[in-house]
């Protein structure tokens, strides 16, 4: 059932209360329909975008540039109202620790997530869960990387048609006996017992109103994204000073994204090849998929050069050509005036982006600012931190494509000057992807959530989303926080109601 | 000595040249020509008279040439010279090579470049060490070296 924020002061104890309605608070809340215990999700937005309520996310970018603003959505469905769908699972390495990125590792194995990972993809609108580049040849062609000893293809799914949340799921919540679905309702602060180990409720605010609620359940889920969640655990301090989990400072922190660059250019040859690299979506009928390709460091590349995973797409001809646009016409002129005689099949430019994994670092944050929203919360502050660790592997990871495609005879690479010289700090583009913020861990030493995603030390309080991964891998974080928040749900249907 | 940026233009020109073996599409047998357009040396001539067969058109490579040997601080000569010991540690008969298999071994060592990361960075681009070499050895002047 829909109600407004207004209505939750009649609303009695429940059993699960989930804050935040995205994907990872509608798969939560979706997976107990039609079951015994009785759901609340508490969602900040109406059904559609609403300014006021949008600026409650505002949030001062004091670190690295970072274009907030469109990065996350505040409404029902959350920032899956205009996700872009591609999807990848999380490879077995991003879960291990590799000692030369500190901080790396998680306290699971890929295979803690596998059984879930089938459903997930059936929630996000995707193929099965096949990213062997050989099962989508018929579509891309073959995988021209076979055999070398450092590149690897990398399939992506897209999303098709594109699963917006609340969208394709809302109306089965709505439908819901068991399930409440509060819009308009801003969860402020979690309310704790004196010790800070038990939630005991969730106060509530909502626009055009002194008033609050206090809904109450047996265990509560933060889904709110990885900026949010952090903000909210931090702001809940009025029995623990700095808040809710965070005895020992790890809210907020290792806050990672998957940082873009336009690192390189690239003449390829006429071996590269001419269809299935492109970053156009392929669709395969038999099981019905949208398929894309990329390319990146292998993992025993990864491993024997101690980098960080990325990967390389291409966008076909290049047209960010800058102050060499007309060296690269009059190339061409010439060549189409046949005076290239020596090579009847002239090299072409390709555009290229590559994508990396964030390495965690403590000082990459979110803080709580001074300022505050429109309800009287202190806001979130973001200061994004790129260490030397990244940019030394953007700058080794850029040759060793650049010398590899070199060898197959694929194309030529010029490293851009700031990536070769160090010349400026990096300027990345950015995938909208907030990662880390309330990592997992096996202590609370050294992170928020234990391997279940509970947040240690406190009996009843999950997270879900990516703000639980302690690294991002170069997979899109979506579907994966999907499956995290499908395990979460069965974890506390069998072990804490 | 001031040297003119390399283009993009300039490169690609120099790809699409036969003056540099290790062109893009060329390098490591994975496809594209079979060997270079040049005069073949005479049977039995030494590697660096074979090689020298391989140095066309200084000109054409002259930016990458004159920018190695700027960054790496040898000289056209010296580089010259090491690429013949390299060639000839590479197993070539030192007195009696031809320029196919002369360029056979340029063609593996460029390709063993790559594979071992012996790259530089000229202007950015990434040239094999190999290929960096060959054009430098293209503006020696020592004529004892054939
Ligand atoms: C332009 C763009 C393209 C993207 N493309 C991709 C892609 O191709 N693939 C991919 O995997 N990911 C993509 N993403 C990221 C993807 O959208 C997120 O990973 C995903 O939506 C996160 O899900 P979530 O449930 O954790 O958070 P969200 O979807 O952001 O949902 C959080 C919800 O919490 C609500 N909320 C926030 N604060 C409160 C509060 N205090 N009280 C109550 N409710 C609250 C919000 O209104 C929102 O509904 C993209 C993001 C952007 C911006």
Same mark, same amino acid.
């Given at each position: 059932?829909?109600?407004?924020?207004?209505?939750?002061?009649?609303?009695?104890?429940?059993?699960?209360?989930?804050?935040?309605?995205?994907?990872?608070?509608?798969?939560?809340?979706?997976?107990?329909?039609?079951?015994?215990?009785?759901?609340?999700?508490?969602?900040?937005?109406?059904?559609?975008?609403?300014?006021?309520?949008?600026?409650?996310?505002?949030?001062?970018?004091?670190?690295?540039?970072?274009?907030?603003?469109?990065?996350?959505?505040?409404?029902?469905?959350?920032?899956?109202?205009?996700?872009?769908?591609?999807?990848?699972?999380?490879?077995?390495?991003?879960?291990?620790?590799?000692?030369?990125?500190?901080?790396?590792?998680?306290?699971?194995?890929?295979?803690?997530?596998?059984?879930?990972?089938?459903?997930?993809?059936?929630?996000?609108?995707?193929?099965?869960?096949?990213?062997?580049?050989?099962?989508?040849?018929?579509?891309?062609?073959?995988?021209?990387?076979?055999?070398?000893?450092?590149?690897?293809?990398?399939?992506?799914?897209?999303?098709?048609?594109? /699963?917006?949340?609340?969208?394709?799921?809302?109306?089965?919540?709505?439908?819901?006996?068991?399930?409440?679905?509060?819009?308009?309702?801003?969860?402020?602060?979690?309310?704790?017992?004196?010790?800070?180990?038990?939630?005991?409720?969730?106060?509530?605010?909502?626009?055009?109103?002194?008033?609050?609620?206090?809904?109450?359940?047996?265990?509560?889920?933060?889904?709110?994204?990885?900026?949010?969640?952090?903000?909210?655990?931090?702001?809940?301090?009025?029995?623990?000073?700095?808040?809710?989990?965070?005895?020992?400072?790890?809210?907020?922190?290792?806050?990672?994204?998957?940082?873009?660059?336009?690192?390189?250019?690239?003449?390829?040859?006429?071996?590269?090849?001419?269809?299935?690299?492109?970053?156009?979506?392929?669709?395969?009928?038999?099981?019905?998929?949208?398929?894309?390709?990329?390319?990146?460091?292998?993992?025993?590349?990864?491993?024997?050069?101690?980098?960080?995973?990325?990967?390389?797409?291409?966008?076909?001809?290049?047209?960010?050509?800058?102050?060499?646009?007309?060296?690269?016409?009059?190339?061409?002129?010439?060549?189409?005036?046949?005076?290239?005689?020596?090579?009847?099949?002239?090299?072409?430019?390709?555009?290229?982006?590559?994508?990396?994994?964030?390495?965690?670092?403590?000082?990459?944050?979110?803080?709580?600012?001074?300022?505050?929203?429109?309800?009287?919360?202190?806001?979130?502050?973001?200061?994004?931190?790129?260490?030397?660790?990244?940019?030394?592997?953007?700058?080794?990871?850029?040759?060793?494509?650049?010398?590899?495609?070199?060898?197959?005879?694929?194309?030529?690479?010029?490293?851009?000057?700031?990536?070769?010289?160090?010349?400026?700090?990096?300027?990345?583009?950015?995938?909208?992807?907030?990662?880390?913020?309330?990592?997992?861990?096996?202590?609370?030493?050294?992170?928020?959530?234990?391997?279940?995603?509970?947040?240690?030390?406190?009996?009843?309080?999950?997270?879900?989303?990516?703000?639980?991964?302690?690294?991002?891998?170069?997979?899109?974080?979506?579907?994966?926080? /999907?499956?995290?928040?499908?395990?979460?749900?069965?974890?506390?249907?069998?072990?804490?109601? | 000595?001031?040297?003119?940026?390399?283009?993009?233009?300039?490169?690609?020109?120099?790809?699409?040249?036969?003056?540099?073996?290790?062109?893009?599409?060329?390098?490591?047998?994975?496809?594209?020509?079979?060997?270079?357009?040049?005069?073949?040396?005479?049977?039995?001539?030494?590697?660096?008279?074979?090689?020298?067969?391989?140095?066309?058109?200084?000109?054409?490579?002259?930016?990458?040439?004159?920018?190695?040997?700027?960054?790496?601080?040898?000289?056209?000569?010296?580089?010259?010279?090491?690429?013949?010991?390299?060639?000839?540690?590479?197993?070539?008969?030192?007195?009696?090579?031809?320029?196919?298999?002369?360029?056979?071994?340029?063609?593996?060592?460029?390709?063993?470049?790559?594979?071992?990361?012996?790259?530089?960075?000229?202007?950015?681009?990434?040239?094999?060490?190999?290929?960096?070499?060959?054009?430098?050895?293209?503006?020696?002047?020592?004529?004892?070296?054939?």
């Amino acid at each position: 059932m829909l109600i407004g924020a207004q209505d939750l002061v009649e609303v009695g104890p429940v059993d699960v209360c989930i804050v935040g309605g995205g994907a990872a608070g509608i798969t939560l809340a979706r997976s107990f329909v039609g079951t015994r215990w009785r759901v609340l999700l508490l969602e900040s937005g109406g059904p559609s975008f609403d300014a006021r309520t949008h600026a409650l996310y505002d949030t001062p970018v004091i670190g690295t540039d970072y274009p907030i603003e469109a990065s996350r959505l505040r409404y029902f469905g959350g920032t899956t109202n205009h996700w872009a769908g591609q999807s990848r699972p999380l490879d077995p390495i991003d879960f291990e620790e590799r000692t030369w990125i500190p901080h790396s590792g998680w306290p699971i194995g890929h295979g803690d997530l596998e059984p879930w990972l089938d459903d997930a993809h059936t929630v996000c609108g995707l193929g099965p869960p096949e990213y062997d580049p050989h099962r989508w040849s018929t579509t891309l062609g073959p995988d021209f990387l076979t055999g070398s000893p450092t590149l690897e293809s990398r399939i992506f799914q897209l999303s098709t048609p594109i /699963v917006r949340f609340a969208a394709a799921y809302g109306d089965e919540l709505a439908g819901a006996d068991n399930v409440l679905v509060a819009l308009g309702a801003n969860a402020s602060e979690l309310l704790s017992d004196q010790r800070g180990q038990q939630i005991t409720g969730v106060r509530v605010r909502w626009f055009d109103s002194d008033h609050t609620a206090e809904p109450r359940a047996l265990a509560y889920v933060l889904a709110c994204g990885a900026i949010e969640n952090a903000r909210l655990l931090l702001a809940s301090n009025a029995v623990r000073p700095a808040g809710i989990g965070n005895d020992f400072d790890n809210v907020g922190r290792y806050f990672m994204e998957h940082p873009a660059y336009r690192a390189q250019r690239m003449l390829a040859t006429p071996l590269f090849p001419s269809r299935g690299l492109d970053w156009t979506p392929s669709a395969e009928p038999d099981p019905p998929a949208v398929v894309i390709r990329a390319i990146g460091p292998s993992d025993a590349a990864v491993r024997r050069h101690e980098l960080l995973r990325s990967m390389l797409i291409f966008y076909g001809r290049d047209d960010a050509l800058g102050d060499e646009d007309a060296d690269v016409a009059e190339t061409e002129a010439s060549v189409r005036a046949g005076l290239w005689r020596d090579d009847p099949s002239p090299t072409r430019e390709v555009a290229a982006t590559s994508i990396f994994e964030q390495a965690p670092n403590p000082d990459s944050r979110i803080r709580l600012s001074e300022q505050r929203d429109a309800l009287g919360n202190r806001k979130a502050e973001l200061d994004w931190q790129l260490g030397e660790i990244d940019r030394d592997s953007v700058y080794r990871s850029t040759i060793l494509i650049g010398e590899e495609l070199a060898r197959l005879g694929l194309a030529r690479t010029q490293l851009r000057p700031w990536v070769s010289l160090f010349e400026r700090p990096l300027l990345p583009g950015v995938g909208n992807h907030h990662i880390g913020t309330t990592r997992m861990s096996a202590t609370s030493a050294t992170g928020v959530v234990n391997r279940n995603c509970r947040v240690h030390d406190v009996d009843n309080l999950y997270v879900a989303g990516s703000s639980i991964f302690p690294t991002g891998g170069i997979a899109n974080p979506t579907m994966n926080l /999907v499956a995290f928040a499908l395990r979460l749900a069965d974890h506390i249907k069998q072990d804490a109601l | 000595m001031h040297t003119p940026p390399l283009t993009r233009r300039a490169f690609v020109r120099l790809s699409s040249s036969a003056a540099l073996i290790a062109v893009a599409g060329c390098g490591g047998g994975s496809g594209g020509r079979d060997g270079p357009a040049a005069q073949p040396a005479p049977a039995g001539a030494s590697v660096a008279c074979a090689l020298r067969a391989l140095e066309r058109e200084p000109g054409e490579v002259r930016a990458v040439a004159e920018r190695f040997l700027a960054q790496s601080g040898s000289s056209a000569d010296g580089a010259r010279k090491e690429l013949i010991d390299a060639l000839d540690r590479s197993a070539l008969d030192r007195h009696a090579t031809s320029t196919e298999e002369v360029a056979a071994a340029l063609h593996d060592a460029i390709d063993a470049d790559w594979r071992s990361g012996a790259s530089v960075l000229v202007d950015g681009w990434i040239v094999s060490l190999t290929e960096a070499q060959l054009t430098a050895s293209a503006l020696a002047t020592d004529p004892a070296s054939c």
